[in-house]
C-alpha cells in the first residue's frame, strides 16, 4: 500500500525550450541567464547532461564538452505558463497536496488509489496526459511510497521518465543501494558531519536506532528521519523564511561600476516588494559581487531597525557601492535582505517616519490593481528593464514580477 504520489518534471526548464522549439528537440541545450561566454548554465537538457553538462557549468567549458551545444536565454514567463498547464492536468487526475517547487508536486492518496496497481495506473495517466495536453517533451519521473519524503526519494530513483515504488515491506533494505545525499535534506554540511561520526553509507545510517538518530542530527530532526525512512506517514514542518534575495549575471554592456548599481537597485526594488507581501520586516540587508577574473568578493551588511522602506533600503546600499573596488569589473551583483520579524507585530517608534513606512504598501497595493510598475521610485526611471525576472527552482514566482 502507498500513501504518497511524487511527480517531478524532467529537466524541466530545458524541456520547456524543447517544447516550444521543436528544432532543439533530441539536441543539446543549455538555459542560460544570457549567451555570453562569461555566464553559467542554469539548466540542461539530457542531451546536454549526457556530454557532462549540469548547472553550475560555465559556458566556456560546456561549449568545450559539447560544441554543438544550443545555448537558450531563459524565459520565466514561459516556465510559469508550463507549470500551471502541468499543475491543472495533475489536478485533474488526483488533488495535489503541495506544489513543493516550480517542475515538482507531491499528491496524497485516498481510498483504493493507495493500491499499487491502482496507484501505478494512476501514475502512468498523469504521463500520458501531460505529454498529451501539455507537450511530448514535458516527460516525468514519478515516484510512489508510504510518505511524501519516500515518494520523492523514489521519484529520483529512475530519471528520466520513470516510474518507481517503495512499499512498506521493502523498507529499510530498499534504500541501502542509495546514498546519504539522496535523502531530501542531506546536503553537503549534512553529509560531513554523518562522515564525521562514521556514518558514511545508508546501510550504516539505518542500523542507528531513534536515539542515534537524533543524536547524529543533535536535534528532533533526526528522530523524524528515523521514522520517515522507515515508512511512517509524517510531514516534515516547512522551514520559515530565513532571507529573501535576488541575483543576476550582469550582461556585457552592464559590467562597470555604473551598471551594477542600477541592476542591484531594480533588484532590491524587487526584494522590497516581495518582503511586503509576505509579512514581512527585516533587520539586515546585504550586497554581494563578485568580479571578473578575480576570485575575491566585495560584501557589505548592515544592521537595520526593522523596516519595510524601499528608499532606505536604497540608501545603504548606494552607500556600500561608494566603498566599492572600482579597479574590476563587476560579474553578479546580489541582495539580500534577512533577520525578519512579522509586520503584524511591529510597533513604530518615535523615531520613525511612519507616513513613509507605510506608503510604499500603498505603491504595492496601486501595482497590483493597475499593472506592474505603475508608480516606482524616480531612482528606478532608467532601469526598469533591468534584471527581469530568472528561472525559479524552489520558488514559483507571480507572472507580473
Not at 252 to 270: D, F, V, Y
Not at 280 to 304: G, P
Amino acid at each position: 500500500m502507498v500513501r504518497w504520489l511524487y511527480l517531478d518534471l524532467n529537466s524541466f526548464f530545458a524541456s520547456c525550450e524543447q517544447q516550444e522549439n521543436p528544432s532543439l528537440r533530441g539536441k543539446p541545450v543549455a538555459v542560460v541567464p544570457l549567451v555570453a561566454e562569461t555566464t553559467a548554465v542554469l539548466a540542461a537538457s539530457y542531451e546536454a547532461k549526457a556530454k557532462g553538462i549540469k548547472t553550475g557549468t560555465l559556458v566556456r567549458e560546456a561549449k568545450r564538452l559539447c560544441p554543438e551545444l544550443n545555448l537558450v536565454k531563459s524565459q520565466h514567463k514561459t516556465y510559469i505558463s508550463y507549470h500551471q498547464k502541468v499543475r491543472d492536468v495533475v489536478e485533474s487526475c488526483v488533488p495535489i497536496h503541495s506544489v513543493c517547487s516550480i517542475d515538482e508536486f507531491a499528491c496524497e492518496l485516498t481510498g483504493s488509489q493507495q493500491n499499487l496497481d491502482i496507484a501505478k495506473a494512476l501514475a502512468i495517466r498523469i504521463k500520458n496526459e501531460v505529454r498529451e495536453k501539455v507537450g511530448i517533451c514535458l516527460t516525468s519521473s514519478i515516484g510512489l511510497a508510504p510518505n511524501m519524503l519516500l515518494a520523492k526519494m523514489a521519484s529520483d530513483i529512475q530519471k528520466p521518465d520513470g516510474l518507481t515504488a517503495i512499499e512498506p515491506e521493502e523498507l529499510p533494505t530498499r534504500l541501502f543501494a542509495l546514498k546519504l545525499r539522496d535523502i531530501p535534506g542531506v546536503g553537503p554540511k549534512m553529509e560531513y558531519r554523518l562522515n564525521q561520526k562514521g556514518i558514511t553509507t545508508m546501510q550504516q545510517l539505518l542500523a542507528l536506532n531513534e536515539m542515534q538518530m537524533h543524536g547524529a542530527w543533535g536535534s528532533v530532526v533526526g528522530s523524524r528521519y528515523y521514522y520517515l525512512l522507515r515508512g511512517t506517514n509524517i510531514l516534515l514542518p516547512k522551514n520559515k523564511s530565513q532571507s529573501i534575495s535576488h541575483q543576476h549575471v550582469l550582461p556585457p554592456n552592464t559590467r562597470s561600476w555604473e551598471g551594477a548599481l542600477g541592476i542591484a537597485q531594480k533588484l532590491l526594488s524587487k526584494t522590497a516588494i516581495r518582503l511586503r507581501k509576505e509579512g514581512f520586516l527585516t533587520k539586515r540587508m546585504s550586497l554581494h559581487v563578485k568580479f571578473i577574473n578575480h576570485h575575491e568578493k566585495f560584501e557589505r551588511s548592515v544592521k537595520l531597525q526593522e523596516t519595510q522602506d524601499t528608499s532606505l533600503l536604497l540608501t545603504h546600499l548606494n552607500r556600500f557601492f561608494s566603498e566599492l573596488d572600482r579597479r574590476h569589473k563587476p560579474l553578479m551583483v546580489s541582495v539580500v535582505l534577512s533577520d525578519f520579524s512579522k509586520a503584524e507585530n511591529h510597533q513604530f517608534s518615535f523615531f520613525e517616519n511612519t507616513k513613509r513606512e507605510q506608503i510604499f504598501g500603498v505603491v504595492d497595493k496601486i501595482n497590483e490593481k493597475f499593472g506592474k510598475d505603475t508608480v516606482y521610485l524616480a531612482c528606478l526611471q532608467d532601469k526598469m528593464n533591468l534584471a527581469p525576472t530568472a528561472i525559479a527552482f524552489s520558488r514559483i514566482p507571480e507572472l507580473e514580477e
